[in-house]
């Protein structure tokens, strides 16, 4: 498995707070997804500085405290999963894998309470536009 990202995330109800903190901290956004899961709407905003740092802030509905989290690019999801697993972390959501037609993700909590969102981008043509928050 190789890993080819690794920046900070976080999970909160109040996004447009913390992305004006980090452009005010000289970030830039730059790509903005939203998908509609079962659970309501998730906006994930991706954010990176000019020393090429990355963060991302992602909106959820429900909950009333942030969750932060590590992000964790892969290439090969299954192997990562496993591995996560056998290393005792839990997907968050049970078994199920997000799947958001570009991307597939789980959230992946150790048994201290520790957060990874494991990811995995899916390749395709570039025909995804960056869009402004």
């Known amino acids: 498995m190789k890993i080819s990202s690794f920046n900070p995330h976080i999970i909160t109800n109040r996004s447009q707070e913390y992305i004006s903190l980090f452009k005010e901290l000289g970030f830039e956004c730059r790509h903005k997804k939203t998908t509609e899961v079962e659970e309501g709407i998730i906006t994930s905003v991706r954010m990176k500085d000019s ?15 942030d969750r932060n989290a590590i992000r964790m690019n892969v290439d090969n999801f299954d192997e ?54």
């Open 51 to 65: 020393g090429g740092f990355h963060v991302d802030v992602t909106e959820i509905e429900e909950g009333t405290s």
């Open 80 to 133: 990562a999963y496993g591995f996560l697993k056998s290393k005792g972390f839990k997907n968050a959501y049970g078994e199920r894998i997000l799947d958001t037609g570009s991307s597939i993700a789980a959230l992946m909590v150790s048994p201290s309470g520790f957060a990874i969102v494991l990811d995995h981008h899916i390749k395709r043509k570039k025909t995804e536009q960056f869009m402004e928050v």
